[in-house]
C-alpha cells in the first residue's frame, strides 16, 4: 500500500478543511468584530447563489452521463434513451440529447428557487442601507466568484473530466437542494425572530421587519447552509463510502447509468424490416391512450373554451375546441414517430438489432435467451392495414415492442418457439 499517497491526501484534505473554516467564519467575525455591513453580505450571498446556479445549468449541459427519464413519457421518454449527442469539435465533451430536457426544466425551476431566496434574505434585510463602497465590494466579489467558477468549470469539470462522471440531473441536484434549504432555512428564521420579538407586532408583513433584528440570524443561517455543503465538498469520499456502506441511501454514492454499447455485429445475410409507412403515420393515434397527460391537456384546453363561450367569444372557442383535439394528437404523433419512425429492424435469424436511422446509432439487441414472453398483438390500426406487433418481455422484466411489421415472420425465427397466439387489443400498450 502506498502510505505516502494516502498521506498526502489527508494533508490535502486539512488544507482544504482549513480554508473551508476560514472562509465561512470570516463573514461572521467581519460583522461582529469589524462592524461588516450585513446586508451587503447577505445580498453578495444572494448573488453567489446565482453564480451557482449559473455554472450548474453549465455543467448539466456538458454532463457526460445520460439522464434517467421516464422512458414512458411523452417526448422526454425517447430522448433518455437515445445517445445522440452535440459533440464539441476536437474534444470528447458533448451535449447529450437527455441533458437537454432537464436543462429546460432545471432553468426556470432554479431561477424560481433564487427569487424566493431572495425574498426571506435581502427582501427582510433589505439594500437601502448598501453604500457606495458596498455596491462596488459586491461587483468586486462576483467577478471572483465568476473567475473561480470558470476556472473549476474549465479545468476540474471539463479538462480533468469530471464531466465524465455526472449526469444533468447529478450537476443541478447539490445547487437545488442548497437552494431550498437556504429558502426554507432563511424562512424560519425570520419566522422566529418575528414571533420571538415582543417589539414586532404580529400583524407586520416579513418585508417591514427591523433590519437590525433579523439581519444577524439570517446571515448566520446563510453561513451555516454554505458551510454544510462546503464540509460536504471536504468530506466526499468518506461520505460515499458511508453511503455505500449503510442499507439507507442517502445519494451521496449514486452513480448515473452509463452508456452502453450495443453488439451490432450479425453473422449472416442480413435482413432489415421497416415498420408499415401507414403503421409509423397514424401510430401515435391508437397509442394516445397510454399517455393520459395528454388527454388531460386536451381537457384543459376544451375547460378553457367552455369560460371563452361564457362570453359569446366563439371565434376563440373554435380556435380552442380544435386546439383541444389536435395539440394531443400531434405531440403524440411526434412520440410515436420519435420512437418508431426511422427504426429499422435487422435480423440473421440468431438475433434482433434495432437501429435508429434517425439519430444513427442501435437501441438495442435481442438474442434468442433474452426473452422469457413471445406474443403478436393485433390493434385496429394493424388489422386495417394488415400488419403486426411482436412484444417480447425480457428477463429483466423489461418490454420490447416491435410496431407494424407486414412481414414478422423473419424476426420470429430468430426464437426457438412460437410467439403465444394472437391478441387483438384496443390499443398498442
Avoid at 21 to 50: D, H, K, R, T
Avoid at 113 to 131: E, M, N, Q, Y
Amino acid at each position: 500500500m502506498d502510505f505516502s499517497h494516502v498521506s498526502s491526501s489527508l494533508a490535502a484534505q486539512r488544507r482544504e478543511l482549513f480554508a473551508v473554516v476560514v472562509v465561512n467564519i470570516l463573514p461572521l467575525v467581519g460583522v461582529g468584530v469589524l462592524g461588516w455591513n450585513i446586508s451587503a453580505l447577505v445580498v453578495l450571498y444572494w448573488f453567489e447563489l446565482a453564480v451557482i446556479f449559473l455554472f450548474a445549468v453549465l455543467r448539466a449541459l456538458f454532463a457526460g452521463r445520460r439522464s434517467e427519464l421516464d422512458t414512458a413519457g411523452l417526448i422526454v421518454g425517447v430522448l433518455s434513451n437515445r445517445r445522440a449527442a452535440l459533440t464539441l469539435p476536437r474534444t470528447d465533451i458533448a451535449i447529450r440529447l437527455s441533458s437537454i430536457p432537464v436543462v429546460l426544466i432545471a432553468i426556470p425551476l432554479l431561477t424560481a428557487v433564487w427569487f424566493a431566496v431572495g425574498a426571506v434574505t435581502i427582501g427582510v434585510v433589505g439594500v437601502d442601507r448598501l453604500g457606495d463602497a458596498s455596491y462596488e465590494m459586491i461587483t468586486l466579489a462576483l467577478f471572483v466568484m465568476v473567475f473561480k467558477e470558470t476556472g473549476q468549470l474549465a479545468v476540474s469539470y471539463l479538462y480533468r473530466g469530471a464531466y465524465k462522471e455526472h449526469s444533468a440531473q447529478t450537476a443541478i441536484r447539490g445547487p437545488f437542494i442548497r437552494g431550498g434549504l437556504l429558502f426554507i432555512g432563511g424562512l424560519v428564521i425570520v419566522m422566529t425572530a418575528a414571533v420571538g420579538s415582543d417589539s414586532i407586532a404580529s400583524d407586520v408583513p416579513l418585508s417591514e421587519l427591523d433590519p437590525t433584528l433579523v439581519g444577524s440570524p439570517v446571515l448566520v443561517g446563510i453561513v451555516f447552509v454554505k458551510f454544510g455543503f462546503d464540509l460536504a465538498g471536504v468530506f466526499r469520499d468518506q461520505l460515499t463510502e458511508f453511503d455505500e456502506s449503510t442499507a439507507t441511501t442517502f445519494g451521496w454514492a449514486y452513480e448515473p447509468p452509463t452508456v452502453e454499447s450495443v453488439n451490432t455485429s450479425l453473422t449472416e445475410a442480413v435482413t432489415c424490416i421497416r415498420p408499415d409507412w401507414r403503421g409509423r403515420l397514424f401510430g401515435g393515434v391508437t397509442n394516445i391512450a397510454r399517455h393520459s397527460e395528454v388527454l388531460k391537456l386536451g381537457v384543459i384546453i376544451w375547460l378553457v373554451a367552455a369560460l371563452f363561450a361564457t362570453g359569446q367569444v366563439w371565434h376563440i372557442v373554435a380556435t380552442l375546441a380544435v386546439a383541444g383535439v389536435v395539440v394531443p394528437l400531434l405531440l403524440v404523433s411526434v412520440d410515436y414517430w420519435l420512437r418508431f419512425g426511422a427504426l429499422e429492424y435487422r435480423t440473421d435469424g440468431d438475433a434482433i438489432v434495432a437501429y435508429d436511422r434517425l439519430f444513427g446509432h442501435a437501441l438495442w439487441r435481442i438474442e434468442p435467451w433474452d426473452e422469457i414472453d413471445l406474443r403478436v398483438e393485433r390493434d385496429i390500426l394493424d388489422t386495417s392495414i394488415g400488419t403486426n406487433t411482436i412484444v417480447v418481455r425480457l428477463q429483466d422484466d423489461s418490454i420490447v415492442r416491435i410496431p407494424r411489421v407486414s412481414d414478422p415472420e423473419p424476426l420470429l425465427e430468430v426464437f426457438d418457439r412460437q410467439p403465444d397466439g394472437v391478441s387483438t387489443t384496443d390499443e398498442e400498450l
